[in-house]
T-cell receptor, first 117, second 115 residues
Framework: DAGVIQSPRHEVTEMGQEVTLRCKPISGHDYLFWYRQTMMRGLELLIYFNNNVPIDDSGMPEDRFSAKMPNASFSTLKIQPSEPRDSAVYFC???????????????FGAGTRLSVL | GQQLNQSPQSMFIQEGEDVSMNCTSSSIFNTWLWYKQDPGEGPVLLIALYKAGELTSNGRLTAQFGITRKDSFLNISASIPSDVGIYFCAGQKSYSGAGSYQLTFGKGTKLSVIP
């Protein structure tokens, strides 16, 4: 399996522009997670989906952030308009729920490093 | 939100030395995970722990799930240069079929190995 695939790997944009980050989870996984990583706050969960349905978006910092999962193999995280404080590394992760087992091994993509100037 | 206290924040050690790091929480977790992150990459799972008291090894790595369910530690024996990176602990509260599948991450331990 190719693992979780994120694109782009790097994004540099100007304040006020729309940014779209993309993620392809591991085939067959039914959970998808979006995280943001910064030096100050570490890894923060933004939102996660189960079977393409958003379950918890309480980590999304503002209405400028939105995430969609139109099908099982694709998700996007959009920031509109972007601000310099959004600069961070954004990770997507996926996992497979194992029935009757308390296991949640999340597999991470390589991340998108976003710089908002 | 929930925080995991991970220590130390950073370590500088000589190649060949053993390393210990730990995570503590004020609340109970049902699963503890340890990840490693290399520069420019995403976290990669090293060890998963599912039962209180569980001791699990993966090569030179050993991790334990604390009896109280509020802590976990990771040991690396005979460190080598490729052990360099940031190590994260993560806890999960919910069992399968109930509640959320969220992981709470510690802030990481940055390991530097001096050849």
């Amino acid at each position: 399996d190719a693992g979780v695939i994120q694109s782009p790997r790097h994004e540099v944009t100007e304040m006020g522009q729309e940014v779209t980050l993309r993620c392809k989870p591991i085939s067959g996984h039914d959970y998808l997670f979006w995280y943001r990583q910064t030096m100050m706050r570490g890894l923060e969960l933004l939102i996660y989906f189960n079977n393409n349905v958003p379950i918890d978006d309480s980590g999304m910092p503002e209405d400028r952030f939105s995430a969609k999962m139109p099908n099982a193999s694709f998700s996007t995280l959009k920031i509109q308009p972007s601000e310099p404080r959004d600069s961070a590394v954004y990770f997507c992760a996926s996992s497979l729920r194992l029935v009757f087992q308390a296991k949640n091994i999340q597999y991470f993509g390589a991340g998108t490093r976003l710089s908002v100037l | 939100g929930q925080q995991l206290n991970q220590s130390p924040q950073s370590m500088f050690i000589q190649e060949g030395e053993d390393v210990s790091m730990n995570c503590t929480s004020s609340s109970i977790f049902n699963t503890w995970l340890w990840y490693k992150q290399d520069p420019g990459e995403g976290p990669v799972l090293l060890i998963a722990l599912y039962k209180a008291g569980e001791l699990t090894s993966n090569g030179r790595l050993t991790a334990q799930f604390g009896i109280t369910r509020k802590d976990s530690f990771l040991n690396i024996s005979a460190s080598i240069p490729s052990d360099v990176g940031i190590y994260f602990c993560a806890g999960q509260k919910s069992y399968s079929g109930a509640g959320s599948y969220q992981l709470t991450f510690g802030k990481g331990t940055k390991l530097s190995v001096i050849p």
